[in-house]
């Protein structure tokens, strides 16, 4: 018995030594006893790599430079509908940024509206009041019967949007649906629901730069409700530069479950994934509205490009 004992003590102690043998030549073993290879940081290749670095878009604005001209170039001090002549975009311009006007590129076979607006640039309204934009805003659908919608389709581009640092003040909308109510309160044209694209940032060469976008719904829980009125719900992911169909339509259908009531409604499609929400409160709704381009920028710049924009609605009493 001594002599097992002893045997098997030295059969121990081998593997003890060749284990730690194994380990200081940077191998060790898993609970299975496989063997695997143990990386050196200072000797063996990065298992992830960095990336390729992120593409420049053809149309985008790379200036490190996000004040206002001092020439007053972009000023519009006189009228917010500052356009170009037939310009490809459906809807009449509401332009509150002095750091760029809309207009135009064409790149991938299309021709793109430009949405530029910086932090601060809203010259128009109050300081430290309403946040800097470039919108277009479409004829209401001002009819609550079932049937009427307000419905807006176009193609998307974002190259970079707002960031502040905080989750709350980061991002940029680039679309909301809009309605008034009756009963008071709120603002006196308020927001439904805002489309907002937030960054996403890459690793390695890439990981101060903005190289995709979260997309978020921010929803009233109540009607003309802001601040803890509003809920903030993460839809999808999209690239930069990616080229995404945007679907939105607000209106007013029946209620499957009580014919005698009806839904004001608020659907949205984002890269061909379906997103649909029924609006609070739907009797107390009075009009279906939709606004797109550039809106909010807490923090840096924004860039959004819209091709492709179409725009009907119905009204039934």
Not at 235 to 245: G, M, S, Y
């Amino acid at each position: 018995m001594n002599l097992k004992i002893k045997l098997r003590s030295i059969a121990l102690l081998i593997i003890f030594v060749s284990f730690s043998s194994c380990t200081k030549d940077g191998l060790g073993f898993s609970e299975e006893g496989i063997v695997y290879e143990i990386p050196d940081p200072d000797t063996d290749p990065d298992p992830d790599p960095d990336p390729d670095p992120v593409a420049i878009a053809a149309d985008e604005d790379i200036s490190t430079d996000l004040a206002c001209p001092s020439s007053g170039e972009f000023q519009n001090n006189d009228t917010r509908d500052v356009d170009i002549s037939n310009p490809v975009n459906v809807g009449t311009a509401d332009d509150r940024s002095c750091y760029s006007d809309y207009s135009e590129s064409t790149v991938y076979d299309k021709t793109w509206g430009v949405y530029n607006i910086t932090d601060g640039s809203n010259h128009w309204d109050a300081p430290g009041t309403l946040q800097p934009r470039i919108e277009r805003s479409l004829s209401r659908s001002e009819a609550t019967g079932v049937g009427s919608y307000a419905r807006f389709t176009g193609t998307v581009r974002i190259l970079e949007v707002g960031d502040a640092g905080s989750f709350g003040q980061d991002g940029t909308y680039i679309a909301q649906a809009k309605g008034k109510h009756t009963g008071g309160g709120g603002p006196p044209d308020p927001a439904i629901c805002l489309y907002r694209a937030h960054p996403v940032y890459g690793t390695g060469i890439n990981a101060d730069k903005q190289v995709a976008f979260d997309i978020y719904a921010e929803r009233i829980l109540v009607r003309g409700g802001s601040g803890s009125d509003r809920e903030v719900v993460f839809l999808k992911q999209v690239n930069k530069d990616e080229e995404i169909d945007f679907e939105l339509e607000v209106g007013f259908r029946e209620d499957p479950s009580n014919p005698a009531l009806k839904i004001h409604y608020c659907d949205v499609v984002i890269g061909g994934e379906a997103f649909n929400w029924n609006i609070p409160e739907p009797d107390r709704g009075t009009e279906s509205g939709i606004r797109y381009g550039a809106y909010r920028v807490k923090g840096g710049r924004a860039q959004i490009r819209w091709a492709d924009t179409e725009y009907t609605k119905a009204e039934i009493n």
